[in-house]
């Protein structure tokens, strides 16, 4: 049986039902005393300590927040999510999980806490929440669980995170990447702009893997939409929708030893 939490006074407004899914007691507690002293806007409406028991719980209650630990004997996250007929709420995964995982969480953009919980990082993801109430999308969960469970297949689509919401797109129609402070502006092949809240170093962690390149500071490329070189110190790139990145000297040598790997 669930755990129900019956605040006598109330910490803040509480405008936000969340419910902490973990097989730890110990971590349950240490979460719900993190949320009930630095983030007032979060009502604690159950503990449970199992997925069966999380499953009950969501349906009754129906949170609008779940945080949810990875790790559970018998039923893990993953399982729960896939044994809900639908995801209502938002969802903050807590976990353990090395760095590999984390790119996962990235290209899913699910949003995640590296245990133990980091205040800063908790109030991060609460604030998130309070401002932009969006249920994860199934493609959210599909790319995340993909990226998990096949780590070794490619992944075609990435999401990301813009002002007005989450915008999944194929890897492919992304041309190339331009840093703006702490976010990232794609170009894509149907030349939509496309800025996300994330900087250059995260999207560049993300897509190594899928041909693209950093050649400068502030730009990565597709390795597959490049239309010509220019030399010059560092030079420049024609892409293929005709726009000119540069190429800072430091990054010429590893981009023309991917341009040409028989030659150098």
Known sequence: MFHEKNHSAPVGNGSIKAIIVDDEPD???SLATLLERF???????????SGQEALTAIQEIKPHLVFL???????NGFELLEKLPVIDFELVF????DQYAIKAFRFSALDYLLKPVDREELQKSVKKVGS???NPLPQQLEILLQKINHPNNSI????????EGLQLVPISSIISCTSEGNYTIFFMKDKQKIVVSRPLKEAEEMLAEHSFLRVHNSHMVNMNEINKYMKGEGGYLVMSDGS???VSRGKKEIL????LPDRL
């Open 27 to 29: 971590c349950c507690e």
């Open 94 to 97: 807590t976990t353990s999980y």
């Open 132 to 134: 932009w109430m969006q």
């Open 156 to 163: 075609h689509r990435i999401a990301l995170p813009t002002m």
């Open 39 to 49: 983030c007032p806007e979060v009502r604690i409406t159950a503990i449970c300590n």
């Open 256 to 259: 023309l030893k991917r341009l």
């Open 69 to 75: 630990d990875i790790e559970m004997p018998y039923m």
């Open 244 to 246: 000119i990145v540069d």
